[in-house]
Antibody
Framework: QVQLVESGGGVVQPGRSLRLSCAAS????????MHWVRQAPGKGLEWVAI????????FYTDSVKGRFTISRDNSKNTVYLQVNSVRAEDTAVYHC???????????????WGQGTTVAVSS | DIQMTQSPSSLSASVGDRVTITCQAS??????VNWYQQKPGKAPKLLIS???HLETGVPSRFSGSGSGTDFSFTITSLQPEDVATYFC?????????FGPGTKVDIK
C-alpha cells in the first residue's frame, strides 16, 4: 500500500541543524511532487515546502526561506528536509505528503505520513 | 497568500445528526479545495478532493460542495468514529493554505 514514513526528528537547540527524511513505498516515487507540512503544538497545519518530481523546482513558505532546504533522492524513494538555524517557532510535527498533478503542478496533497516531531529547546 | 476561514472551530453533536462545516477562501479558488480528517497522533486523511469528489473508500455519509470562495463539508449521519478534527485546504496556488480546523465530538 502507499506509505510515507518520516524520521529524523528530535530535540534540538536553537541555532542548530537537523535533517528530516521521508521514505516512500507503494507507488512510483519519481512520478510525484513531494511536500513538507508542519503542525505546531495545538495549532493548525502550515505548508512548508514542495519539490517537483524531478527535483527541478522547489518552493518554500516565507518563514523558512534561506533556512530550510527540501531535496530528494529518487533512487532511494526518499525526500528530505534540511532544517538549519532552528528557532523555537519551528517546534512542530513535520509531515511529508505526496503531491498529485492539478493543472500540471503537483499541488494536490493526497497521501500523508504520520509525521516526525521536532522540539527546539535549549 | 490565500486565506482560508473555517467555521465553526468546534462542535458537539449527537450520533445520527447532520453536521456541516464551512470554509471561505479570500479569493476565487474555483474548486481547488480538499477536506481532511485528522485523529490525534495520526496523519491527515484526504476525504474530499476538488470540493466535491469523494475519495475511494471514504463512506458516503461524507460530502462536499461549493465553488469560487464558499465551500462546505457535511457528515449526513454522525458516527462515533467520526470524532476528529476536520480541515479544509486550498491548492489553487502556493503557498498552500489550510483552514484552522473544526473539532467534532459526540454530545
Amino acid at each position: 500500500q502507499v506509505q510515507l514514513v518520516e524520521s529524523g526528528g528530535g530535540v534540538v537547540q536553537p541555532g542548530r541543524s537537523l535533517r528530516l527524511s521521508c521514505a516512500a513505498s507503494g507507488f512510483t516515487f519519481s512520478a510525484f511532487g513531494m511536500h513538507w507540512v508542519r503542525q505546531a503544538p495545538g495549532k493548525g497545519l502550515e505548508w512548508v515546502a514542495i519539490i517537483w518530481s524531478d527535483g527541478s523546482k522547489r518552493f518554500y513558505t516565507d518563514s523558512v526561506k534561506g533556512r530550510f532546504t527540501i531535496s530528494r533522492d529518487n533512487s532511494k524513494n526518499t525526500v528530505y528536509l534540511q532544517v538549519n538555524s532552528v528557532r523555537a517557532e519551528d517546534t512542530a510535527v513535520y509531515h511529508c505528503a505526496r503531491g498529485t498533478l492539478v493543472r500540471a503542478v503537483p499541488y494536490n496533497l493526497d497521501v500523508w505520513g504520520q509525521g516526525t516531531t521536532v522540539a527546539v529547546s535549549s | 497568500d490565500i486565506q482560508m476561514t473555517q467555521s465553526p472551530s468546534s462542535l458537539s453533536a449527537s450520533v445520527g445528526d447532520r453536521v456541516t462545516i464551512t470554509c471561505q477562501a479570500s479569493q476565487d479558488i474555483i474548486n481547488y479545495v480538499n477536506w481532511y480528517q485528522q485523529k490525534p497522533g495520526k496523519a491527515p486523511k484526504l476525504l474530499i478532493s476538488a470540493a466535491t469528489h469523494l475519495e475511494t473508500g471514504v463512506p458516503s455519509r461524507f460530502s462536499g460542495s461549493g465553488s469560487g470562495t464558499d465551500f462546505s463539508f457535511t457528515i449526513t449521519s454522525l458516527q462515533p468514529e467520526d470524532v476528529a478534527t476536520y480541515f479544509c485546504q486550498q491548492y489553487d496556488d502556493l503557498p498552500l493554505t489550510f483552514g484552522p480546523g473544526t473539532k467534532v465530538d459526540i454530545k
